[in-house]
């Protein structure tokens, strides 16, 4: 499932995805486009989406989330609460 | 302006959420410092070791210091340089409460150096996390007693020419029972001596390199956040029981960080107690 | 109560006793360390706690940390501590921090002569930190005023939730007299009011009588004390309606308990008045003489001795007494003078420097005043 995200008013507060074992959720308003998440990630889950936020930052949204491995660097790299990972039963 | 308050992420609990997002800049050490710190926390609180209302949060000035706002328990944001000092009657005053300090190194080792010093020749009881930017900047980037020599602020344009001050080291050569080094490219070591020092008592120091993108990255060429938290990665070593030797920052040769000192002396709260049982 | 002999450095620390006094830290400076000394073998056996700092501004700094946890604290200095103290006060004023501050003068500016007299710090007291604020300030006289005063002074900093300072000096602070110490169930006590529910949505919401419940540490409020300007929850708020709302408060708390803070004490003030003798402090106690032996001289003079220095009471001074001319007696260069002199609009109002480094002689101040009468 592709989140479509259009111009500011219709972009949901979160974007979340799942796949098998972990749930990345980014708190779309919290972001600061720092890319730090993106730059972090051991196997490319994130990716800079091209929506613009309340601020006008882009956040990343998890593109390849199939891949993720749960280890939770996004979340604990994150210097704005923006993003988390969680494991899905 | 901020966020309606969407409470969903595992550390919201602890937060005040209508002051999210915070001032930061964007890749601002001081969120990832904080994250780890909440989370050490949080566990202790879940261990039932800690009491939340019992936690007391007290910030000089400075962009660290503001972290005291965005935390829901007890908290004091008060004069540059003195949240060790208020600490010290907060905690006289009841001892069951637990002062944790937060600030920079301006703030904590600058113009607050000596209430820092005399803390930990006391050995008091409180946790003093110094978060390190090389720089003050808050008020735009000047020069501050941590900034390495030769760097170009904004009060030393052709250079800074003092030498600058290593905390860790004033700190290991008083009476602390822990001091400790992390980096915000490490938020798992800080939150995990974090975790340590909450079971501890006496006076606990944790000194946290922090990236700072817009002010000293721009001072030392790195303004971009992924690039300087990258730079900063590269440069820190972890080691298991360092000594005072390798307390030394360099930019060129690394930065050790770990757990320096380790002790259980007595804090002062016990050593009143025993004068006054006399 | 108990009836001693005591100093007056003594008296202030058994005053603050009295009104529960928790915790003290404070830096040793002559003339005021004693207080620090005697509190230091008393108040732990009263299960208080007594801190000798690193210096006068980390002993005020953690008088207002300690006061957050609900205790009442105080610290005591002299002249060159008190200036260390001055953003302190500042602080204590914005967050409403209940506080007392002893400054024990000496003479000055900066070193001066520790171990001698001045009442030079009048001014200073009131507007030491930056900033628009009131804060009250006692003037003692006599040992048994050192410990009133000093009781009273915690009683309006825990009702109005304000720093309050005493104003001794080296002559008082060493002088000794008999003491009445009173207990706790023979005086009046006022402690803080603090908010009844938990977590409160607006921490900073004053009550009626524009002083807000104090929702000190440990207690689970969740308080934020602030020393940004701030709106009611206690969060920054750098707009023009908070700023003139949080100013506009803090000065009107003070100004509307002007009744019970001003105090001053009027000696033989008849409706023949011709000459008023005014007064305060150590100095009082020799004007108080002079008053006397000029009655006996056949002037009609009568005093007026000061017990608050700040804030004054316009209406009650001016209608204290009606004599025409106005003897301003004091231990520096003239400065309470200058509020004489701009309340008593329509008198003559004339300025009675006796600076000196100790309580000047009747000679000296009988000198000084018959140059006016």
């Given at each position: 499932?592709?989140?479509?995200?259009n111009?500011?008013g219709?972009i949901?507060q979160?974007?979340s995805?799942e796949?098998g074992?972990?749930?990345?959720?980014?708190?779309?308003d919290?972001?600061?486009?720092?890319?730090?998440?993106i730059?972090?990630c051991?196997v490319?889950?994130?990716?800079k989406?091209s929506?613009?936020?309340k601020?006008?930052?882009?956040?990343?949204?998890?593109l390849?989330?199939e891949?993720?491995?749960g280890?939770?660097?996004c979340?604990?790299?994150?210097?704005?609460f923006?993003?988390?990972v969680?494991?899905?039963? | 302006m901020?966020?309606?308050?969407?409470?969903?992420?595992?550390?919201?609990?602890?937060?005040r959420?209508?002051?999210?997002?915070?001032?930061?800049?964007?890749?601002c050490g001081?969120g990832?410092?904080?994250?780890?710190i909440?989370?050490?926390?949080?566990?202790?609180?879940?261990?039932?070791l800690?009491?939340?209302?019992?936690?007391?949060?007290?910030?000089?000035?400075g962009?660290?210091?503001?972290?005291?706002?965005?935390?829901?328990f007890?908290?004091?944001h008060?004069?540059?340089g003195r949240?060790?000092?208020?600490?010290?009657?907060?905690?006289?005053?009841?001892?069951?409460?637990?002062?944790?300090?937060?600030g920079g190194?301006?703030?904590?080792a600058?113009?607050?150096?000596n209430?820092?010093?005399?803390?930990a020749?006391?050995?008091m009881d409180?946790?003093?996390?110094m978060?390190?930017?090389?720089?003050?900047?808050m008020?735009?980037?000047?020069?501050?007693?941590?900034t390495?020599?030769g760097?170009?602020?904004t009060?030393?344009?052709?250079?800074?020419?003092?030498?600058?001050?290593?905390?860790?080291?004033?700190?290991?050569?008083l009476?602390a029972n822990?001091v400790a080094r992390?980096?915000?490219?490490?938020?798992?070591y800080?939150?995990?001596?974090?975790?340590?020092?909450?079971?501890?008592?006496?006076?606990?120091?944790?000194?946290?390199i922090?990236?700072?993108?817009?002010?000293?990255g721009?001072h030392?060429?790195?303004?971009?956040?992924?690039?300087?938290?990258?730079?900063?990665?590269k440069?820190?070593k972890?080691?298991?029981?360092?000594?005072?030797?390798d307390?030394?920052?360099?930019?060129?040769?690394?930065v050790?960080?770990?757990?320096?000192?380790?002790?259980?002396n007595?804090?002062y709260?016990?050593?009143?107690?025993?004068?006054y049982s006399? | 109560?108990?009836k001693?002999?005591?100093?007056g450095?003594i008296?202030i620390a058994e005053?603050?006793?009295?009104?529960?006094?928790?915790?003290?830290?404070?830096?040793?400076?002559?003339p005021?360390s004693?207080?620090?000394?005697?509190?230091?073998?008393?108040?732990?056996?009263?299960?208080?706690?007594?801190?000798?700092?690193e210096d006068?501004?980390a002993?005020?700094?953690?008088?207002?940390?300690?006061?957050?946890?609900?205790?009442?604290?105080?610290?005591a200095?002299?002249?060159?501590?008190?200036s260390?103290?001055a953003?302190?006060i500042?602080?204590?004023?914005?967050t409403?921090?209940p506080?007392v501050?002893?400054?024990?003068?000496?003479a000055g500016?900066?070193?001066?002569?520790?171990?001698?007299?001045?009442?030079?710090?009048?001014?200073q007291?009131r507007?030491?930190a930056?900033?628009d604020?009131?804060?009250?300030?006692?003037?003692?006289w006599?040992?048994?005023?050192?410990y009133?005063?000093?009781?009273?002074?915690?009683?309006?900093?825990?009702?109005?939730?304000?720093p309050?300072?005493?104003?001794?000096?080296?002559v008082?602070a060493?002088?000794?007299?008999?003491?009445?110490?009173?207990?706790?169930g023979?005086?009046?006590?006022?402690?803080?009011?603090i908010?009844?529910?938990?977590?409160?949505a607006?921490p900073y919401?004053?009550d009626?009588?524009?002083v807000?419940?104090?929702?000190?540490?440990?207690?689970?409020?969740?308080?934020?004390?602030?020393?940004?300007?701030h709106?009611?929850?206690?969060y920054?708020?750098?707009?023009?309606?908070?700023?003139?709302?949080l100013?506009?408060?803090?000065?009107?708390?003070?100004?509307k308990r002007?009744n019970y803070?001003?105090?001053?004490?009027i000696y033989?003030?008849t409706?023949?008045?011709?000459?008023?003798?005014l007064?305060?402090g150590?100095?009082?106690?020799v004007?108080?003489?002079?008053?006397?032996?000029?009655?006996?001289?056949?002037?009609?003079?009568?005093?007026?001795?000061?017990?608050t220095?700040?804030?004054l009471?316009?209406?009650?001074?001016?209608?204290?007494?009606?004599?025409?001319k106005?003897?301003?007696?004091?231990?520096?260069?003239?400065?309470i003078?200058?509020?004489?002199?701009?309340i008593?609009?329509?008198?003559?109002v004339?300025s009675?420097?006796v600076?000196?480094?100790?309580?000047?002689?009747?000679?000296?101040?009988?000198?000084?005043?018959?140059?006016?009468?």
């Amino acid at each position: 499932m592709v989140f479509k995200l259009n111009n500011y008013g219709k972009i949901p507060q979160l974007i979340s995805r799942e796949y098998g074992k972990f749930r990345v959720t980014i708190i779309v308003d919290r972001c600061k486009e720092c890319g730090l998440c993106i730059a972090i990630c051991p196997v490319k889950v994130l990716v800079k989406s091209s929506a613009e936020n309340k601020y006008g930052y882009h956040p990343p949204e998890p593109l390849n989330i199939e891949k993720c491995i749960g280890c939770r660097l996004c979340e604990y790299n994150c210097p704005d609460f923006a993003i988390f990972v969680e494991k899905v039963v | 302006m901020v966020v309606e308050a969407i409470n969903v992420h595992p550390l919201d609990k602890h937060l005040r959420l209508d002051r999210i997002p915070t001032l930061y800049c964007p890749g601002c050490g001081i969120g990832i410092a904080l994250g780890a710190i909440l989370r050490a926390l949080d566990r202790r609180i879940s261990e039932g070791l800690i009491d939340p209302n019992r936690v007391v949060w007290v910030g000089g000035i400075g962009c660290s210091a503001r972290a005291v706002f965005y935390v829901k328990f007890d908290a004091a944001h008060i004069l540059h340089g003195r949240a060790i000092a208020f600490a010290t009657g907060v905690v006289l005053a009841n001892p069951e409460l637990l002062a944790i300090v937060v600030g920079g190194d301006g703030d904590i080792a600058g113009i607050g150096g000596n209430h820092l010093i005399h803390a930990a020749r006391r050995n008091m009881d409180m946790i003093v996390v110094m978060i390190t930017n090389f720089v003050y900047a808050m008020t735009g980037g000047q020069v501050a007693p941590t900034t390495p020599r030769g760097v170009k602020t904004t009060t030393t344009p052709k250079g800074n020419p003092e030498l600058p001050l290593n905390a860790v080291k004033l700190v290991l050569s008083l009476n602390a029972n822990y001091v400790a080094r992390a980096s915000v490219t490490t938020p798992h070591y800080i939150e995990s001596f974090f975790y340590k020092a909450l079971g501890m008592k006496g006076f606990r120091f944790i000194e946290v390199i922090s990236t700072c993108p817009e002010i000293y990255g721009r001072h030392i060429g790195l303004r971009d956040p992924v690039e300087m938290y990258n730079e900063l990665k590269k440069r820190v070593k972890y080691r298991s029981k360092p000594s005072i030797e390798d307390a030394d920052i360099d930019w060129e040769r690394g930065v050790v960080i770990g757990e320096f000192l380790e002790r259980n002396n007595p804090s002062y709260l016990e050593l009143l107690r025993e004068v006054y049982s006399r | 109560m108990k009836k001693t002999f005591a100093s007056g450095n003594i008296a202030i620390a058994e005053g603050a006793i009295t009104a529960g006094l928790k915790f003290y830290a404070g830096y040793p400076i002559t003339p005021s360390s004693e207080i620090m000394e005697y509190l230091a073998e008393k108040l732990p056996k009263l299960n208080g706690v007594v801190v000798q700092m690193e210096d006068e501004i980390a002993s005020i700094n953690a008088a207002i940390g300690a006061s957050w946890t609900g205790v009442k604290s105080m610290t005591a200095t002299s002249g060159p501590g008190f200036s260390l103290m001055a953003e302190a006060i500042g602080l204590a004023v914005i967050t409403e921090t209940p506080l007392v501050i002893v400054d024990v003068m000496r003479a000055g500016p900066s070193t001066g002569v520790p171990t001698k007299t001045s009442q030079s710090d009048v001014l200073q007291a009131r507007w030491l930190a930056h900033g628009d604020y009131i804060v009250p300030c006692y003037a003692p006289w006599s040992v048994q005023e050192a410990y009133d005063l000093t009781l009273k002074a915690f009683n309006t900093a825990e009702l109005l939730r304000t720093p309050v300072i005493v104003l001794s000096d080296a002559v008082i602070a060493h002088l000794w007299e008999p003491l009445t110490i009173y207990d706790q169930g023979e005086v009046d006590i006022v402690d803080r009011k603090i908010p009844r529910g938990v977590e409160r949505a607006l921490p900073y919401k004053p009550d009626p009588d524009l002083v807000p419940p104090m929702p000190i540490f440990g207690k689970g409020f969740k308080t934020i004390v602030e020393s940004l300007i701030h709106d009611e929850r206690g969060y920054y708020a750098p707009h023009e309606d908070s700023y003139r709302a949080l100013i506009t408060r803090l000065n009107l708390k003070i100004l509307k308990r002007l009744n019970y803070i001003f105090d001053y004490e009027i000696y033989n003030c008849t409706s023949e008045c011709d000459y008023m003798l005014l007064s305060y402090g150590s100095t009082a106690r020799v004007t108080y003489i002079a008053m006397l032996e000029l009655r006996r001289r056949g002037y009609n003079v009568c005093m007026l001795r000061l017990k608050t220095l700040w804030p004054l009471d316009r209406e009650r001074l001016v209608s204290s007494c009606g004599a025409r001319k106005i003897v301003v007696v004091e231990n520096n260069t003239g400065k309470i003078y200058m509020d004489v002199d701009r309340i008593f609009k329509d008198r003559e109002v004339y300025s009675a420097p006796v600076l000196g480094l100790e309580l000047p002689s009747l000679r000296e101040v009988l000198e000084v005043v018959s140059l006016w009468l």
